[in-house]
């Protein structure tokens, strides 16, 4: 069960203070959109850049595009699309998200399971986009942060308990709010859905005890140490790309 101390705890820290996995997510997705910006006011783009980022820019940028992931093999796409972002305002909303509901999870099942969650829900997010629109540039943590709530409300669902039940009811609210906003604005809804469903799937099957859990710390482990590094390949892969193209 979850203690109330671990509750207290978690809204008196700082996710960006210290060494967190949403420390290193945040900072990632803010130097990435940086240079971004840099890189299309050079092009003579101005604010554009940083409030309307081109297609163009933002493919150049690692979002994906699948006729590129299939007909040229560019599979690092996959992931690096959910570090880029197509604006300023976009890259807030989405950082504001995860740095609320970020802490919570990386407090409760570690960086580890969290960070597996964060990529393999970027994934299923993406996959649900070729389905739903194959031939669109796509960007946004979206899908990664869908995943972390759609994990949030199976885990805590099973879990049970008033303090579980409420942090459930809230991730679910969560959803509903961002998917209305998504329909609102325009926003990749069936890379939401692919994200919440991906990450309730492993909210579904991992253990809530924390002994039963323990059992699945090396799976993790080096699940979550193959994610660091096709993540960091696939991010060295954006500036390399413009050589090899």
């Not at 101005?46 to 690692?62: D, F, K, Q, V």
């Not at 992931?69 to 197509?86: K, M, P, Q, S």
């Not at 991906?198 to 140490?225: E, H, S, Y």
Request: charge should be positive.
């Amino acid at each position: 069960m979850i203690g109330r101390n671990r509750q207290q705890k978690f809204f008196r820290q700082n996710p960006l203070r210290g060494n967190s996995l949403v420390q290193i997510l945040i900072y990632t997705n803010l130097i990435l959109f940086t240079f971004m910006v840099l890189h299309g006011t050079i092009l003579g783009t101005g604010m554009n850049a940083i409030m309307h980022p081109s297609t163009r820019l933002l493919a150049h940028w690692g979002g994906q595009y699948w006729p590129w992931v299939l007909d040229n093999g560019e599979w690092w796409r996959c992931i690096t699309y959910a570090f880029t972002h197509g604006g300023i305002i976009h890259l807030g909303f989405n950082m504001m998200v995860l740095y609320q509901i970020g802490p919570l999870l990386e407090l409760e099942i570690g960086w580890q399971r969290l960070f597996v969650i964060y990529i393999f829900s970027a994934i299923i997010a993406t996959i649900a986009g070729l389905i739903w629109h194959p031939a669109t540039v796509v960007v946004g943590a979206s899908g990664s942060i869908f995943g972390l709530i759609g994990f949030s409300i199976s885990y805590y669902h099973r879990v049970g308990g008033g303090i579980a039940i409420q942090r459930r009811n809230m991730m679910f609210q969560w959803a509903v709010m961002a998917f209305i906003f998504g329909i609102v604005v325009g926003a990749d809804n069936a890379a939401h859905l692919g994200g919440l469903i991906g990450g309730a799937a492993i909210g579904w099957f991992l253990p809530t005890q924390i002994r039963n859990q323990r059992k699945t710390d090396n799976f993790f482990q080096w699940t979550a140490m193959f994610s660091v590094v096709i993540t960091v390949i696939s991010i060295l892969f954006i500036p390399l790309s413009w050589f090899i193209s």
